[in-house]
């Protein structure tokens, strides 16, 4: 559960919120809640003190209350679990979709989420321990169970009854879903057919049999993928048997869109993700979540070092040379970033695969040349500008042409190769990609300088 920005409106209701808090005013607070939705409030307990979030929550309707802690950020949520009692929490959980339900209790200590389930009633505890039994990121733990399921040898007629008796609770009834005798999927129909279909006609006359579904065991970005993919409002999760489970539906995709692009963002800038966040994890485990990356970062760093030492005396003979270092590995990291930035974004939407390989190097490799050459045009003006040798400033501008060419070429192989290997292609972006690009690219301009200038002495 993400906290998003406070919009200024936001900061506003949360201060009237505590000055009518302060004054006790509880009959215009009250008021004021009533007019703000749920995920609304959310927002505004997020932003209290911890007394003041206990506070609002308990004035809240039972209905509203369990929306309400099931969108607050997993810091607050313990606190509300901690200070309201077990019996009432437990009421909560069971008037949510099951779904929301073990996501909340997920982001409780074991013991705690046992405490509750055991309070919960015993159809509720048993479907909510079904889910939590399911891996993290899997589609069983998204899915919810209470769907329309109707009969493919069932008439109109029959399937209209069946809505008549729906519970109030299932998720959603805009389609239904036909299953046979072995609780198989085999087609799905939209609400709008079985109203507008003569009564006496069969559901397998109006269902669409080809239904897109993903396995129980799938992982969450699959899912996520698909529903963006095809404009789904909810899509059927199955078993291996291809016996008909649950449904995801489009929020919690978007819930997993922002939890992977979170993910993304923190591994882009050289850092583990956080399983908890920001504001929520321990500072231990903020450190442990970084530290390797740093290590390794330094690691890698003292390549660039070894590169100079190896042309120490390339650099006493021109020390000019040593004038254009940050523009060279400034350029090359920055040239490197774009294209990796671009590729794990179209392998992240399948707009590229690893068979694509040779296509992309053959794209980036134009695009690479085109870029290195007016990349290199404006060294040689800049250089000759500063009153350095010609010689200095045909090597920056060679230099910058190819380094910004090895680049693109790093920027496609390194996503795409990790990928092919089943690792995060973020894992080795940012900066450990403008790491091992700054030590090769030193190498390159090392090496053209004892070449070119060679040729001028």
Same mark, same amino acid.
């Given at each position: ?29 009250? +008021?004021?809640? +009533? ?316 707009e590229v695969h690893f068979k694509d390989l040779w296509l992309v190097i053959g794209r980036e490799l134009v695009t690479g040349l085109l870029l290195g050459l007016a990349m290199g ?81």
């Amino acid at each position: 559960m993400a906290m998003m920005p406070a919009t200024p409106a936001l900061q506003e209701v949360r201060q009237q919120v505590a000055d009518l808090l302060e004054a006790r005013n509880l009959d215009a607070l009250l +008021k004021l809640l +009533k007019t703000q939705h749920p995920a609304d409030i959310a927002d505004v307990i997020d932003l209290l003190e911890k007394d003041q979030r206990v506070a609002i929550f308990s004035m809240l309707q039972n209905d509203i209350a369990a929306e309400v802690l099931d969108e607050t950020r997993t810091e607050v949520t313990r606190n509300l679990v901690e200070a309201i009692p077990d019996e009432q929490i437990a009421d909560l959980l069971e008037s949510m979709p099951m779904d929301d339900a073990a996501e909340v209790l997920s982001e409780l200590e074991a013991d705690r989420a046992e405490d509750l389930i055991g309070l919960m009633e015993p159809s509720e505890a048993a479907e909510v321990e079904r889910l939590l039994a399911f891996p993290e990121d899997s589609a069983g733990r998204l899915m919810t169970t209470k769907v329309v399921r109707i009969g493919a040898s069932w008439t109109i007629q029959q399937a209209l009854e069946r809505l008549r008796t729906v519970d109030p609770e299932v998720e959603t009834r805009a389609y239904l879903y036909v299953v046979n005798g072995n609780r198989q999927l085999v087609g799905i129909v939209p609400v709008w057919n079985i109203l507008t279909s003569a009564p006496n006609k069969l559901v397998s006359e109006v269902m669409d049999p080809e239904v897109t579904s993903v396995r129980v065991d799938a992982d969450q970005e699959e899912v996520a993928h698909l529903v963006s993919q095809y404009d789904f409002f909810a899509i059927p999760v199955v078993d291996e048997l291809n016996r008909f489970l649950g449904i995801i539906t489009h929020d919690d995709v978007i819930d997993i869109l922002q939890e992977e692009f979170t993910e993304d963002v923190q591994r882009f800038g050289g850092a583990a993700p956080l399983e908890f966040s920001y504001l929520s994890s321990p500072i231990i485990e903020i450190v442990r979540k970084r530290v390797g990356w740093l290590i390794l970062l330094i690691l890698t760093a003292t390549l660039t070092g070894t590169v100079m030492r190896l042309f120490e005396s390339d650099l006493e003979k021109t020390v000019a040379l040593s004038f254009f270092i940050p523009l060279l590995i400034g350029t090359g990291g920055n040239a490197g970033s774009q294209v990796t930035a671009t590729m794990i974004r179209a392998l992240a939407v399948g707009e590229v695969h690893f068979k694509d390989l040779w296509l992309v190097i053959g794209r980036e490799l134009v695009t690479g040349l085109l870029l290195g050459l007016a990349m290199g045009a404006v060294g040689l003006v800049r250089a000759v500008t500063w009153g350095t040798s010609f010689a200095v400033g045909l090597t920056v501008a060679a230099s910058l042409c190819t380094l910004v060419v090895w680049a693109n070429l790093m920027g496609v192989v390194l996503p795409l190769f990790a990928s092919r290997l089943r690792i995060d292609p973020t894992v080795i972006s940012g900066p450990v990609m403008s790491t091992l690009v700054d030590a090769t690219g030193l190498l390159i301009y090392f090496s053209l300088a004892r070449v070119i200038i060679g040729l001028f002495v």
